[in-house]
């Protein structure tokens, strides 16, 4: 639990005068305490005292304390309020890591992969919403076109929100390189560079938290629910995925097919086995399965996936091989938990790796208009419930993630279906009273 950076040190050179020890909890939502910098020696050593029964993890209110130890690695000044600065921490019990903590979950990933002298470099697109401060509808009575994305108008209507997050991820030495209106009407998207995957998630359950942040600040709602308008393209979280051996890329390869390496094509395939239990990892609400498998939407296409395939430069499948040495899965969606997607990625990327897994051919076809000549193509699960079963079921998953996380995992998320099942709809009166 030693660290090399003294918070206090660092809060008191940098005007910081509270600090919001904060986790991610098993659904992603963020907890947080909010600490004096006078106090922040002892959090530091011993960690934030929380009740985990309280918040999404697998635990009893008669449990111990949980203790959220900040990785002072993490420290960022939040730019919308200098004064408070923000860390991403690891879990404990009775000084133990807490092996269902999906920061926790992730750094064993890492370690795995580590051991194979192997680091995975990830970038997100996080797609979201800026919706009137209910969430009931887009902020933009005049973002109405069919086709509106990157309609420069609309983007520009929204230029103090969106330069003010680019200015915060510029000022944090991210990389930000481009923003735009996305293919929903109200729906944006803005990128960052690619890091390893640890820093990466760090990074993207940051990023959530300051679009939230600064579009309440602006009087509106940031929202990365998958799909919050039927009818509309919902919200992905597409990520962009390589391996790498010190300096070198090791899915690149120029004589492989569209320069990706026998490694790369492993590493999918292992993707590919194991796409319907990563789902309840990628889409982990019961509003994801609204976004893939999904009619077409007003403006034409979902670009989400509906089925277990891989393409060159197509986005009509999971996986697109955009370029040499790269590929971008295509399958979560704004409601993965960052640490999870990343996670899952490695988990059943190192497992191809190990047994070699054919990925299968490569589909240039336009999956939306030709898949149903294809006959044998998996189908994505069709709702959380299959989803979360699959994850269940997978021996590898369970394995590679961990016993007590998946485990912890699965029963909070049928609870979760459970609980949405429970109630009585509208349509089931409709199609049911008279039968
Ligand atoms: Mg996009």
Redesign the pocket.
Known sequence: MASSTDLAAAAKARGIKYLLISYTDLFGAQRAKLVPAQAIAGMQRDGAGFAGFATWLDMSPADADLFAVPDPQTLIQLPWKPEVGWLASDLYINGEPVDQAPRNTLKRMVAKAAEQGLTLKTGV?C?FFLTTPDGKAISDAADSADKPCYDASALMRRYDVITEICDAMLALGWGAYQN?H??ANGQF?MNWHYADALTTADRHVFFKFMAKSIAEKHGLRATFMPKPFLGLTGS?C?AHVSLWKGEENVFADDAGELGVSKTGYNFLGGIIEHAEGLCALFNPTVNSYKRINAPRTTSGAT?APNTVTYAGNNRTHMIRIPEAGRFELRLADGATNPYLLQAGILAAGLDGMAKATDPGPRLDINMYTEGHLVKDAKRLPLNLLDAVRALDASPMLRASLGEAFVSSYVKLKMADWTSYTAALTEWERANTLDC
Do not use: M, R
Request: proline fraction near 0%; avoid cysteine; aromatic fraction near 12%.
């Open positions: 697109e797609e735009d996305e293919d998207e992905g597409h670009w």
